[in-house]
């Protein structure tokens, strides 16, 4: 209908014009004039077209939008007839040449007014504007599967419209899409730098890591804005430096609580007093066949292990290391931890809940923000905890 209202507006103007004798009248107007008379015939006719009533919602963002490509098609318009056709109609301009000039125009319009039909279409859609949120990116992957990844305004609890990117392919516990991302850092890439609240290192390799010296934890906050939430996605790639003990901190001391230092490795939960638990990762010191509190669970298969999992933590965790062999007191770059590479014969962590993602499903609603944090049990001339990549998403 658009490709109408533009056409009849100025093409259809034009011919109208030619048949009835007058368009050497109509092209002796000046420019400003000639966009006056276009824009007052588009006015008419936009008013019979089925937008949005005036103060309805979504109704100033698609009249800005078509107002945008009229004054764009004008503009063309009227260098088009000023340039092309007023010099020729003084010299007796035959009506074949000016049909012909009115086609050429037709084509310029035309391809304007097409380049915008998507973004009229996306405006229509729940997410498309800020006067038409929608409730989630799963609403809108729901209601238009074939939505494309990309930025959608969404509602949060206060009631604000805020923009966020949805992404539309991702796949996670079995979920396709509609999972609004909260967290996007990968340190490989140069212009990255580090959430506030972590140490950046940037040799060997830029990562992130623990911003202090002595035992504990340093926080990095991610806002969901508001946004409510059951289910958390994500990966989290890191290092080992030295000789992490994985979960030795909470079996060598079983009151320590998910505020505490219950694991060398990283803690990501949301709210506070006390926190909740979504993900673990631990980082154990190697892969050695050894009964040891330091290692993972699921590395010493042919040795019972001596770690304990918090009963917070549950099943929910990856544990990993960087060290096949007895540990060295180095930082291990042959081998990522939690991206479920790298297992050695007596490892079956590159499997235990199919690192490197995770999807984990709340047991209510909730619009906390997300709490990530590296903790060490000791200073970090002995073991410490760098990570590269961070994705988190929610839905």
Known sequence: ?????????????????????????????????????????????????????????????????????????????????????VDKVNSALISSEISMAVANLSDVVDRLVSSTLSQLHQLQLPGGTPSHPATSCREIKDLHPSSPSGHYWIRSSNGFSVQVYCDMTRSCGGITGGWMQVANI??????????????????????????????????????????????????????????????????????????????DGVSLTHGRNPRKHIWTFAA?????????????????????????????????????????????GRLYLEDPLWDGRGCGPLNICCTFNTPPWFMKQLPSSTTDNIEMRLCSDENRNNEDILVETIKLYIQ
């Open 186 to 263: 990968d340190m490989s890439n140069h212009a990255e730098t580090c959430p506030a609240g972590l140490r950046m290192l940037t040799s060997p390799k830029r990562l992130c890591g623990i911003n202090s010296d002595g035992p504990g934890c340093s926080s990095a906050v991610f806002s969901v804005q508001g946004i409510e939430y059951s289910r958390v996605c994500g990966k989290i790639i890191g290092y080992q430096q030295k000789s992490p003990d994985a979960f030795s901190p909470y079996t060598g001391n079983h009151r320590l609580t998910i505020d505490d230092v219950y694991v």
């Open 284 to 328: 154990a010191v190697h892969e050695v066949s050894t009964p040891s509190s330091s290692s993972c669970p699921c590395i010493n298969i042919h040795h019972h292990t001596t770690a304990v999992i918090p009963p917070y933590v549950g099943r929910d965790y990856f544990c990993d290391t960087g060290s096949e062999h007895r540990y060295q």
């Open 1 to 85: 209908m658009l490709v109408q209202i533009l056409v009849l507006a100025v093409v259809l103007q034009l011919g109208s014009a030619q048949e009835c004798g007058g368009f050497l009248g109509f092209m002796a107007l000046t420019p400003d004039q000639l966009k006056k008379e276009i824009r007052s015939e588009v006015a008419t006719l936009l008013s019979h077209d089925s937008l949005p009533e005036d103060g309805s919602e979504g109704e100033g963002d698609l009249r800005t939008v078509i107002e945008s490509v009229v004054d764009a098609a004008i503009e063309k318009a009227v260098v088009n007839i000023s340039d092309k056709i």
